[in-house]
């Protein structure tokens, strides 16, 4: 009985810490907005509803307030499904002009009377007229500053290199900047210098409203809360999953009455499905196979079904989501289709939830991606990929209490 208590004392004080661990962190992100006025915004390059709705929620919040506001995530095809959002097409595919060069001039004891520029060629050329004295070389200097941002944030996203090439071309910059990392994977890496991670939200979207409704919430519009429910619901299958909670459910319902417009978004992510991703369905659904309860589930699409079907590799994503919801008791779905040009070249597309790890099921193939979904080619035919890459994740399934 005691050895009970002393783990409940235990498992309360632990709790404790972690309340009081996340309101420190939400204060720190308040300091860091009021601080900050040239602001990045990222998230993963494997765009998703959920990714891309909280990262442009926070864009449009942070304009709001009067800062300069950068989004960028690496070019993804499948994001196209949420141009629907407001400021989507504010989202840019790299980082430019990371550097400012300043060029400084002493005007002290001296009256500016006029400044003009123009350009000879290739040179860039500042005329300055004074009434008063006149300038040496001395008077000039110049120097490069560090970088044109200030902050930071990456929203849904486990691990840096998850930015893809918005990372790999910039390193430099998420190790001089102070990040502000916002998530509710549990395998977060806690990168940043402010973690905000909660598991028990159910999206990343649910975790930004709270954050900005504590901060500002006047400044919460119909905008910022269409992309907010969009997060939700994407990331829910339109509150299908069972991971649902009464605090989900809340959220939900007060987004629904500042404005989101949960009819514009369920129209454009559940109801515009085109025919021919229908018939693509329907051949993958016919040779669908599944091991282990059907916790693991597998099928493969051919070059024939996607040129019968007038389909392509960008409509897989859609199948992966249908599969999520209508079995919600599966935890690895694995796809594998044909190149496009034919040949024995099969692509393989590997999604793990609750807690599993795609790229460690798969890496003795090579794979890219993230612990979510995996990706990798195999030069040989579908039929001996998908026997060599289900032999191989079931014998991990295997060592694993699924």
């Known amino acids: 009985m005691k050895r009970c208590r002393r783990n409940h004392d235990r498992g309360r004080k632990s709790a404790v810490a972690r309340i009081l661990k996340m309101l420190n962190q939400k204060q720190q992100f308040f300091e860091q907005i009021k601080k900050a006025q040239d602001i990045l915004i990222t998230f993963r390059k494997t765009w998703n509803g959920d990714s891309v709705s909280s990262a442009l929620a926070l864009y449009l919040f942070l304009k709001k307030l009067g800062k300069k506001v950068e989004i960028a995530a690496e070019q993804f095809k499948q994001g196209e499904a949420f141009s629907f959002l407001p400021a989507h097409n504010e989202i840019k595919y790299s980082i430019d002009n990371l550097h400012k060069f300043i060029i400084s001039l002493d005007i002290a004891d001296r009256k500016i009377n006029q400044i003009k520029y123009r350009i000879d060629e290739n040179t860039l050329k500042f005329i300055i007229t004074v009434r008063d004295g006149k300038f040496t070389q001395e008077d000039i200097n110049t120097n490069i500053h560090d970088y044109k941002y200030d902050l930071i944030f990456v929203l849904d996203t486990s691990d840096l290199e998850s930015l893809g090439k918005i990372y790999e071309e910039n390193t430099e910059l998420f190790y001089k900047l102070p990040i502000v990392n916002i998530d509710h994977h549990s395998g977060n890496e806690e990168f940043g210098q402010i973690n905000l991670i909660n598991l028990t939200a159910v999206a990343t979207s649910e975790i930004v409203f709270s954050l900005l409704k504590d901060y500002s919430p006047d400044a919460l519009d119909e905008d910022i809360a269409t992309c907010l429910l969009t997060g939700m619901i994407s990331k829910t299958r339109s509150f299908k999953t069972p991971n649902i909670t009464p605090q989900s459910l809340s959220v939900a319902a007060q ?141 991990k399934l295997k060592k694993i209490s699924l």
């Not at 085109?274 to 059907?294: D, Y």
């Not at 859609?318 to 599966?330: A, G, H, K, T």
């Not at 579908?382 to 079931?394: D, T, Y």
């Open 255 to 395: 987004l629904i009455s500042m404005g989101a417009r949960r009819e514009e978004i369920n129209n454009n992510l559940y109801r515009s499905r085109a025919l021919n991703t229908l018939k693509l369905w329907g051949r993958i659904l016919s040779r669908l196979s599944s091991s282990f309860e059907q916790k693991f589930v597998w099928s493969r699409i051919t070059h024939y079904d996607f040129v019968e079907t007038g389909t392509n590799e960008s409509n897989v994503d859609d199948i992966v989501d249908e599969l999520i919801i209508n079995m919600p008791q599966v935890k690895v779905i694995a796809l594998f289709y044909e190149g496009l040009n034919g040949g024995p070249v099969t692509k393989a597309m590997i999604h793990a939830i609750k807690g599993l790890d795609a790229l460690e099921l798969t890496k003795e193939f090579n794979p890219s991606g993230t612990k979510n979904t995996a990706q990798f080619t195999l030069n040989e035919s579908i039929q001996e990929a998908e026997k060599r890459v289900v032999n191989a994740i079931e014998e």
